[in-house]
């Protein structure tokens, strides 16, 4: 570290201009104690915008090609201290938060954390809207639970499912899927959810058959054997995590606080610009963490076909066996039904069949999708008003799953209010800060943002884009990945603190077109910057803590669902096999 200091040190200020000697030339030439060699006037004599009339006089400020003859082309890089100060305050703490991501380390596919990564950092919006969707899911399979606590392992286990894909029948099957009964595989999900609940719910007007109470068993021992394992798998430590985010908050506070202490100094109002714009990073990291994803995603994928594979075939008994008992027959003919051959109707290993795929793991925004299993089951208990017989086990599903209910477009508008918000404080920082205007580091924010919109508004157009648009997504993504590096490295280094990017000169004419010399003590008594920086900064760290505090209720609240310690493994039934979780 003292190396790479003692390296700034001699770097930066040989490779930089310095605008306090280029304000002492320009000085000296008005005095005439210098020779002027420049062919025409350097000085800008024009309004100031913002600025309080009676201090006009004041400030002394160059045109922008007046700026560049004076003082030249190259920036005037930050000193090693305001680096390391812009690095240790909101760089390295960003970086940090991300590397806290649910990265999918046992994947195979490495491209898949790249794509996500994309997602993530080009287009949060649409990251946001498919996490907190899917909270808002498993907040209903929560309050479900509590008045059925009997329901809790099949709602879990749906929670998991709509992390998943899920194509239905207007969209596109995935080539991976081709060949699969989606039909059956359907009502094979709605078998596992509801047919348990329905059994116990007519357990209470009558009494059931042998059969039905054996078909009770067996799902119970199903569900909560699949549960388990789900619950087991899914990552943990989400309370040291969320305490690294609070912390980075308390962080964030003192360092807003410290940098109020030297208001209106470019280097710390532009810093103080980009930890506002960057204020959208906790909210996704929180929001991932509550959202959990599996330890090794494919593993539950695959116990999660095996499960809809066992719940089709023991259902299919259990309709065989109702058939067989309820068919006129001699007293003297014997059964046509086979002994229940556990090993021989469940899945197992000699099976090696994936007749009832659910795709691979999209959820937390990994990809532009839309998920729509969990709201589609949830609608179907909630359509039979209670009354469980009234639920259609064989109807079909698949057309509903792309229709999006009302909450989702809430909760898009709302993914993009909490990027547009860090977006808008930065931008009003930057674009007040003088020079009034449009600059190099506002005009690159806006950038940023409307790149993010790309794939934001290709969700809201289309509820799962196909997958060559998804593809094409990355590029916007990744040019907005790139460019938010790049932001982060200009400030980091002072690479914008040059006659250019300090004139302002890309926005409206009546804004820009000059730079000037002053500095925090001026810029607070003659432009009174206080209200945007405090209005900014206020709404930013406003937001992001709201949305962070929301996230942690629900995690708090919904925590119960997938609540387990290993020693709550479920017994299953003496004529049942677990073959089927090798």
């Not at 925590?559 to 073959?579: F, K, V, Y």
């Given at each position: 570290?003292?190396?790479?200091?003692?390296?700034?040190?001699l770097?930066?200020?040989?490779?930089?201009?310095?605008?306090?000697?280029?304000?002492?030339h320009?000085?000296?030439l008005?005095?005439?104690?210098?020779?002027?060699?420049?062919?025409?006037?350097?000085?800008?004599?024009?309004?100031?915008?913002?600025?309080?009339?009676?201090?006009?006089?004041?400030s002394?400020?160059?045109?922008?090609?007046g700026?560049?003859?004076?003082?030249?082309?190259?920036?005037?890089?930050?000193d090693?201290?305001?680096?390391?100060?812009?690095?240790?305050?909101?760089?390295l703490p960003?970086?940090?938060?991300l590397?806290?991501?649910?990265?999918?380390s046992?994947?195979?596919?490495k491209r898949?954390?790249?794509?996500?990564?994309?997602?993530?950092?080009g287009?949060?919006?649409?990251?946001?809207?498919?996490?907190?969707?899917?909270?808002h899911?498993?907040?209903?399979?929560?309050?479900?639970?509590?008045?059925?606590p009997?329901?809790?392992?099949?709602?879990?286990?749906?929670?998991?499912?709509?992390?998943?894909?899920?194509p239905?029948?207007?969209?596109?099957?995935p080539?991976?899927?081709?060949?699969?009964?989606?039909g059956?595989?359907?009502?094979?999900?709605?078998?596992?959810?509801?047919?348990?609940?329905m059994?116990?719910a007519e357990?209470?007007?009558?009494?059931?058959?042998?059969?039905?109470?054996?078909?009770?068993?067996?799902?119970?021992?199903?569900?909560?054997?699949?549960?388990?394992?789900?619950?087991?798998?899914?990552?943990?430590?989400?309370?040291?995590?969320a305490?690294?985010?609070?912390?980075?908050?308390?962080?964030?506070?003192?360092?807003?606080?410290?940098?109020f202490?030297?208001?209106?100094?470019?280097?710390?109002?532009?810093?103080?610009?980009?930890?506002?714009?960057?204020?959208w990073i906790?909210?996704?990291?929180v929001?991932?963490?509550?959202?959990?994803?599996?330890?090794s995603?494919?593993?539950?994928?695959?116990?999660?076909?095996?499960?809809?594979?066992?719940?089709?075939k023991?259902?299919?008994?259990?309709?065989?066996?109702?058939?067989?008992?309820?068919?006129?027959?001699?007293?003297t003919?014997?059964?046509?039904?086979?002994p229940?051959?556990?090993?021989?109707?469940?899945?197992?290993?000699?099976?090696?069949?994936?007749?009832?795929?659910i795709?691979?793991?999209?959820?937390?925004?990994?990809?532009?999708?839309?998920?729509?299993?969990a709201n589609?089951?949830?609608?179907?208990?909630?359509?039979?008003?209670?009354?469980?017989?009234?639920?259609?086990?064989?109807?079909?599903?698949?057309?509903s799953?792309?229709?999006r209910?009302?909450?989702?477009?809430?909760?898009?508008g709302?993914g993009?209010a909490?990027?547009?918000?860090?977006?808008?404080?930065?931008?009003?920082?930057?674009?007040?800060?003088?020079?009034?205007?449009?600059?190099?580091?506002?005009?690159?924010?806006?950038?940023?943002?409307?790149?993010?919109?790309?794939?934001w508004?290709?969700?809201?157009?289309?509820?799962?884009?196909?997958?060559?648009?998804?593809?094409?997504?990355?590029?916007?993504n990744l040019?907005?990945?790139?460019?938010?590096?790049?932001?982060?490295?200009f400030?980091?280094?002072g690479?914008?603190?040059?006659?250019?990017?300090?004139?302002?000169?890309?926005?409206?004419?009546?804004?820009?077109?000059?730079?000037?010399?002053?500095?925090?003590?001026?810029?607070?008594?003659?432009?009174?910057?206080?209200k945007?920086?405090?209005?900014?900064?206020?709404?930013?760290?406003?937001?992001?803590?709201?949305?962070?505090?929301?996230?942690?209720?629900?995690w708090?609240?919904?925590?119960?669902?997938?609540?387990?310690t290993?020693?709550?493994?479920?017994?299953?039934?003496?004529?049942?096999?677990l073959?089927?979780?090798?």
């Amino acid at each position: 570290m003292s190396v790479l200091l003692a390296f700034l040190n001699l770097v930066v200020p040989i490779s930089g201009a310095d605008f306090n000697q280029c304000k002492s030339h320009v000085l000296a030439l008005l005095d005439g104690t210098a020779t002027n060699t420049s062919s025409f006037d350097i000085v800008y004599h024009g309004q100031l915008r913002g600025i309080n009339p009676s201090r006009r006089n004041n400030s002394l400020a160059l045109t922008s090609r007046g700026c560049v003859e004076a003082c030249g082309t190259s920036p005037d890089l930050w000193d090693a201290f305001t680096i390391f100060q812009i690095l240790t305050t909101w760089v390295l703490p960003s970086v940090s938060l991300l590397a806290q991501l649910p990265w999918e380390s046992l994947s195979v596919h490495k491209r898949k954390n790249f794509e996500a990564f994309l997602n993530w950092v080009g287009s949060p919006a649409a990251s946001l809207t498919t996490t907190i969707f899917n909270i808002h899911m498993i907040a209903k399979c929560k309050d479900i639970s509590k008045s059925k606590p009997e329901l809790t392992d099949t709602l879990y286990i749906l929670s998991c499912i709509n992390q998943y894909e899920y194509p239905g029948r207007r969209q596109s099957r995935p080539a991976r899927l081709e060949g699969l009964d989606v039909g059956r595989r359907n009502a094979a999900l709605l078998q596992g959810i509801y047919r348990k609940f329905m059994l116990e719910a007519e357990a209470r007007t009558r009494v059931l058959e042998r059969d039905e109470i054996d078909l009770l068993v067996r799902l119970d021992g199903l569900t909560a054997t699949l549960a388990f394992h789900l619950r087991i798998l899914r990552r943990r430590a989400v309370w040291p995590l969320a305490f690294n985010i609070i912390w980075f908050g308390v962080a964030l506070v003192i360092s807003i606080v410290t940098a109020f202490a030297d208001l209106g100094d470019n280097s710390t109002a532009h810093s103080l610009a980009l930890g506002l714009l960057l204020s959208w990073i906790p909210s996704l990291v929180v929001m991932a963490i509550v959202d959990r994803n599996p330890a090794s995603s494919t593993r539950c994928q695959e116990l999660i076909e095996r499960w809809l594979y066992n719940i089709d075939k023991v259902v299919e008994r259990q309709l065989r066996e109702q058939n067989v008992r309820t068919a006129p027959q001699p007293p003297t003919t014997p059964s046509s039904l086979q002994p229940w051959n556990p090993m021989a109707d469940m899945w197992n290993p000699a099976a090696n069949k994936r007749p009832f795929g659910i795709g691979v793991f999209v959820g937390q925004g990994r990809y532009l999708r839309y998920c729509g299993v969990a709201n589609t089951v949830l609608k179907r208990y909630s359509d039979s008003n209670g009354m469980p017989q009234n639920i259609q086990l064989n109807g079909s599903i698949e057309n509903s799953l792309t229709t999006r209910p009302g909450s989702w477009w809430i909760i898009w508008g709302f993914g993009q209010a909490i990027v547009a918000t860090s977006f808008g404080m930065a931008f009003m920082v930057s674009f007040n800060t003088p020079t009034i205007g449009l600059g190099c580091r506002s005009l690159l924010y806006m950038i940023w943002y409307l790149l993010t919109w790309v794939s934001w508004m290709t969700l809201g157009i289309k509820q799962e884009p196909p997958r060559w648009l998804q593809k094409v997504m990355i590029l916007p993504n990744l040019a907005a990945t790139i460019l938010l590096a790049l932001i982060m490295i200009f400030q980091v280094l002072g690479l914008l603190n040059n006659c250019l990017c300090k004139s302002s000169t890309f926005g409206l004419a009546g804004y820009g077109g000059y730079m000037d010399f002053e500095g925090a003590l001026f810029y607070r008594s003659a432009y009174g910057i206080q209200k945007y920086w405090g209005t900014a900064t206020a709404i930013g760290i406003a937001v992001s803590f709201a949305t962070i505090g929301w996230a942690m209720r629900r995690w708090s609240k919904s925590s119960p669902l997938w609540r387990i310690t290993e020693s709550d493994i479920p017994q299953m039934g003496a004529n049942m096999t677990l073959d089927w979780l090798r």
